[in-house]
């Protein structure tokens, strides 16, 4: 029998206190204020009416050709012709919207929010955090870096592609990490550049640096609890349409509830509870506590199940190795003909033209490697393995429409 599903609301005391705030004009004083948005380049980019700071690092995201294969790029499962199963692409637009429904009663920057919201992801890579791991491993055994898809989004607007967002935004982006849950989350307020740049490169060095990290505003914040909001419930969802789990699978979320739309309703309206009016958000202990059982059990249930690992293990893992020491041959012989030019290189290139900077193609071959595997979609992963190696017995069975 599926769980009973049980909806929270805000107490009366606390609606009464909202709905005389928004009569009384009430501005949250921890409110990021667009006056003190910060750019690498403050000469460019300025604000006017119709395009205001945040909604240009929004554009900035959603013009970028690499924002397209959101829609390419799994969440969780991977092998599946199946539509109904969520893509990377949705998993940020929940994101987004459960943000700013929470940073709307808190007087919150909604533009800030939505800007980190959609780019948080934007460095992920083809296959999950499988894929993730796979490219970090390769990578550190080649240069001793680590690969975080956190940073690598950082890297992607902030460097390869150079847009000049505000700091306020790749900051939110760099500090996201939704495996990190805390019952409270208090901003680091006051960062610069400096220290943001800081922080950024230590995660490269330092595979613990990312559990470090701290959103230097209250909108950061709320785009951070909302990326595990986001997914927590709906993998629950994805799970059972790819018969990883089924209907008769029992998980014990007393206060937060165990499905999807159950989880999103309490736990915003506890954080809502517990934060409004102050500099940091936080949850009630129950909520805190249920957060953290029911990640438990989705990691135990679904992430480590046997069937969602063993095709990353036994295909996935090798491929990624085949196609990435291939690649850096051909980057270090300087194969312009080889595809990493053709489809990469040269695109990043002519992309930068328009925003100046040293040439790309002179970085270090590593880092460009991994950038270009990062960028790819799925399919695209899979196809240029297919003409990589024609003859590898590494191939991949999706699980077809009609499948039952």
């Given at each position: 029998m599926p769980a009973k599903l049980i909806y929270d609301r805000?107490?009366?005391?606390?609606?009464?206190?909202?709905?005389?705030d928004r009569d009384a004009g009430w501005v949250n004083p921890y409110r990021f204020s667009e006056d003190n948005a910060v750019r690498r380049d403050p000469e460019h980019d300025r604000p006017n009416l119709w395009r205001p700071t945040f909604v240009r690092d929004i554009e900035k995201i959603l013009h970028l050709p690499v924002y397209n294969r959101y829609a390419d790029k799994t969440q969780v499962f991977s092998f599946y012709h199946n539509?109904?199963?969520?893509?990377?692409?949705?998993?940020?637009?929940?994101?987004?919207?459960?943000?700013?429904?929470?940073?709307?009663?808190?007087?919150?920057?909604?533009?800030?929010?939505?800007?980190?919201?959609l780019g948080h992801d934007i460095g992920h890579t083809p296959f999950g955090h499988?894929?993730?791991?796979?490219?970090?491993?390769?990578?550190?055994?080649?240069?001793?870096?680590?690969?975080?898809?956190?940073?690598?989004?950082?890297?992607?607007?902030?460097?390869?592609?150079?847009?000049?967002l505000t700091l306020q935004t790749l900051d939110g982006i760099l500090c996201h990490n939704g495996?990190?849950?805390?019952?409270?989350?208090?901003?680091a307020y006051g960062k610069s550049f400096v220290m943001f740049d800081a922080e950024t490169e230590a995660c490269y060095v330092d595979e613990s640096?990312?559990?470090?990290?701290?959103p230097s505003t209250l909108e950061g914040c709320v785009v951070r609890i909302c990326d595990m909001i986001a997914y927590i419930g709906k993998d629950r969802?994805?799970?059972?349409v790819a018969r990883i789990?089924?209907?008769?699978?029992?998980?014990?979320?007393?206060?937060?509830?165990?499905?999807?739309?159950?989880?999103?309703?309490?736990?915003?309206?506890?954080i809502l509870e517990h934060s409004y009016g102050k500099d940091h958000l936080l949850m009630s202990e129950a909520a805190f506590n249920d957060l953290r059982t029911a990640k438990q059990e989705n990691y135990r249930l679904i992430y480590k199940n046997e069937r969602v690992?063993?095709?990353?293990?036994?295909?996935?893992?090798?491929?990624?190795?085949?196609?990435?020491?291939?690649?850096?041959?051909?980057?270090?012989?300087?194969?312009?003909?080889?595809?990493?030019?053709?489809?990469?290189?040269?695109?990043?290139?002519?992309?930068?033209?328009?925003?100046?900077?040293?040439?790309?193609?002179?970085?270090?071959?590593?880092?460009?490697?991994?950038?270009?595997?990062?960028s790819m979609t799925d399919d695209y992963f899979i196809a240029l393995h297919e003409r990589l190696f024609p003859n590898s017995p590494y191939k991949i069975k999706y699980k077809s429409y009609f499948e039952e």
């Open positions: 805000l107490s009366d005391e606390l609606q009464e206190r909202i709905r005389d539509d109904d199963i969520t893509r990377r692409a949705l998993h940020v637009q929940l994101v987004s919207r459960i943000a700013r429904n929470i940073g709307a009663v808190l007087g919150l920057n909604l533009d800030l929010i939505e800007a980190i919201a499988a894929g993730e791991r796979f490219l970090s491993e390769l990578l550190h055994a080649e240069t001793g870096l680590y690969f975080n898809h956190n940073v690598h989004s950082v890297r992607v607007l902030d460097s390869i592609f150079s847009r000049n495996e990190f849950e805390l019952q409270e989350y208090r901003p640096a990312i559990g470090r990290l701290i969802q994805d799970a059972r789990i089924d209907h008769t699978c029992q998980f014990t979320n007393e206060k937060i509830g165990a499905e999807n739309a159950a989880i999103i309703n309490n736990l915003t309206v506890d690992n063993s095709e990353y293990e036994n295909i996935i893992r090798p491929m990624f190795s085949e196609i990435y020491y291939t690649l850096l041959d051909d980057v270090k012989k300087h194969r312009r003909d080889s595809l990493i030019y053709r489809h990469h290189i040269d695109t990043v290139e002519r992309a930068r033209k328009y925003y100046g900077g040293k040439s790309y193609a002179d970085e270090e071959p590593n880092r460009i490697v991994t950038d270009y595997i990062a």
